[in-house]
């Protein structure tokens, strides 16, 4: 199980990974993840990666998904 600073991390990086680009508020984005006092819209960058990536997520990618989503909600 990841913990919080390193969900966020793995979060980043998959909007790094799917997202640079492509989605107009992206930089808004990395910074709402780094900020440990603001709450993390999983649900909202998965939908952004969907809509504005073509994803074909690693096993381990997808492990951390459930992590993520797992801490997060």
Do not use: W
């Not at 939908?47 to 997520?57: H, L, V």
């Amino acid at each position: 199980m990841l913990t919080d600073k390193q969900a966020r991390i793995v979060l980043k990086e998959l909007v790094e990974k799917y997202l640079k680009g492509k989605l107009p508020d992206y930089q808004l984005l990395i910074e709402l993840i780094d900020d440990a006092s603001q709450p993390v819209p999983v649900r909202g960058v998965l939908e952004d990666i969907r809509q504005y990536g073509n994803a074909r997520y690693t096993q381990q990618e997808l492990e951390h998904i459930d992590d993520c989503v797992y801490i997060f909600g």
